[in-house]
């Protein structure tokens, strides 16, 4: 053999080892990212797809890889709604193109929600359609909500009809350009006109008629869609302004069942004769991006939404709430609802609301992420939560990416994101023994205040003594939960308690590294996470399959490990175990809930056939392996071949 066949077949040879042995780390280092503004998350026939601002959509198999199905913002014509401005002519007549803040020709569509939804009923008798919910804008309270139909989840949409209206007057007037913002240009005059409604509500204008109201009424965008735990279909939105808001749709229609009448409902909400269910917020004080999930493990409604301002440092972070009832009260860790009386300039909405997340920064990011909201989120069928938001970084631009997060069950049940995004499960199991627990941690507490600063880095230290050291002072214990395979974690400080979980993941350094993790919930509405560096020999290898989203109500069937100091200054470890109940967190009903993927009847939704989820990267890296190994192998033979051919 020649020197330069065999040159040939080593290099060959040496490429087809580093797929084989190097592959995860080349897949990890290059991921499909992908720029949507306000991702919604849609489950379908094995793809989640997200929808978001500026008419951007993208699909992904494993929540990490995204392939976008958009060239540009404002594709026109866009493959959602063909030909923009013939097909929104109507919500275009009253906001979102070539007017006041979208002069010149620009377009302002915002926020899109898609769901499936098995009642709708077409004009020729057949039913079922994927519903497209958007909102179009000319100025910060001039806007309207439309929705669009589709019998296929990528469009395109038909554009069916508008729903909802803000910044309209009850006489003649203008809001940033010479459209004339009279009533009488929306639906409100039709509506009142066939008794639909009640007239005109006084609350929605000044006294003089001639300007909207907006500590009261809302800005119509964000709309969200959801089927609730009592088979109605639902739309919460809102911004700013008058507030979030929820309106029970007819699902043969997917329009309105507008009150008719002002009321309070049985929790004492304000329920207006047009925009329905006032839920939270009002006079001014920041709130957007609202979105529901209906958790049936704890039988919950989970309300998220996003405060601040959405640019790089405008503070954007995302809060969470809960009610037993679709349009009930929805209330924080601490049982208060942010409800105003009046306008004020300073942030009072700060105190209200678990802060999800909001900027951090770990040795491992390349930079800070800043701003990180207007999320939606699902239940998998295996009952663990996702988060789905968008992030801009501390980098010095307004470049935004999408990121996908897990979440597990803190404190009461309330859903925790982990610190980092979510990648292929790691192999390692938690341990039992604290001892592997111990040590420095990165720490981040994400507080509650709105901030455009990152947080500081900052760092704890967990102790044998049951101490806790650094920038949290007290004591911690931790529960291994034999049943759910689960790690409790309880750091309690002089007047905040935490409740979490431990959880290995992947960290977003370049190779992926497995780190120890936990995400815990304050009993003052706080989110603190932590992280520690593992070496790969520090806790043995082991694959499981359970959920990792039990709720930590009980310890039945557990390992206790009390690393409080006792009278003796011993630790004491309870190994015992004891029958209990199983886990519910892996059996879901789909008749009761649509899991936050906004799919009614949907044969292919996760908690409908029960289908396992992808474990994220598991079939790319096999057929990256497969693939590289048959196309090196066909080029080595090629160049043999040839080799041979000029000897």
Known sequence: MSDMKMKVKVFCFGILLMFLFGNAKIVNANVNRVSVHDPSVFYHEGQYYIFGSHLAQAKSDDLLNWTPLFNQEYDNPSSILGDLTGNLNKPFQWAGYNDADTANGGYSIWAADVIWNADFQWENGEKGAFMYYFSSSSTWRRSVISFAVSKSVEGPYEVVDTLIYSGFTQKDSTDGSTRNTNYKNTNVYELIEDGTIDGFNPKWNWPNGDAYFSDYAPNAIDPNIFFGNDGKMYMTYGSWSGGIFILELNAQTGKPIYPGVDSVNAEGNIVDRYFGTH?????????????????????????????????????????????????????????????????????????????????????????????????????????????????????????????????????????????????????????????????????????????????????????????????????????????????????????????????????????????????????????????????????????????????????????????????????????????????????????????????KNDSNHPQGNKKVLPKTGEKKNFLAIVGAGVIILSLLGLMVRKLKLNQ
């Open 279 to 599: 839920l939270l917020g009002g006079y001014h004080q920041s709130g957007e991006a609202p979105y529901i999930v209906y958790d049936q493990v704890t039988d919950y409604y989970y309300l998220f939404i996003t405060y601040g301002g959405l640019t790089r440092e405008g503070g954007y972070n995302m809060r969470l709430f809960r009610s037993k009832t679709p349009d009930g009260k929805y209330v924080d860790a601490k049982g208060n609802t942010p409800e105003y009386d009046r306008y004020t300039t300073e942030p009072i909405n700060d105190q209200y609301g678990i802060k999800v997340m909001g900027n951090y920064e770990f040795d491992c990011l390349e930079s800070a992420y800043m701003s990180p909201g207007h999320n939606s989120a699902f239940i998998d069928e295996k009952g663990n939560w996702f988060l789905v938001y968008h992030t801009r970084f501390n980098s010095g631009t307004e470049y935004h990416e999408v990121r996908v997060h897990e979440m597990l069950r803190g404190k009461d049940g309330w859903p925790v994101a982990t610190p980092f995004e979510y990648v292929e499960k790691s192999e390692k199991a938690l341990p039992k023994e604290k001892e592997l627990l111990l040590g420095n941690y990165e720490f981040v507490n994400h507080g509650t205040n709105t901030s455009g600063l990152p947080i500081p880095k900052d760092s704890i230290t967990l102790t044998a003594d049951g101490k806790v050291s650094g920038a949290l002072s007290g004591t911690w214990s931790y529960t291994y939960d034999n049943q759910k395979n689960i790690g409790l974690i309880q750091l309690n400080t002089s007047d905040v308690e935490y409740e979490g979980q431990f959880y290995i993941q992947k960290d977003e350094s370049k190779n992926r590294k497995d780190v120890l993790t936990f995400s815990a919930l304050g009993s003052n509405n706080e989110v603190i996470w932590g992280v520690k560096n593992l070496p790969d020999e520090e806790i043995p290898g082991s694959t499981s399959d359970s959920s990792t989203s039990g709720t930590s109500e009980s310890t039945n069937g557990s390992t206790t490990i009390d690393t409080s100091e006792s009278t003796n200054g011993s630790t004491t470890i309870d190994t015992s175990e004891s029958t209990s109940k199983p886990s519910t967190n892996n059996t879901t009903d789909s008749s009761k809930t649509n899991g936050g993927l906004n799919n």
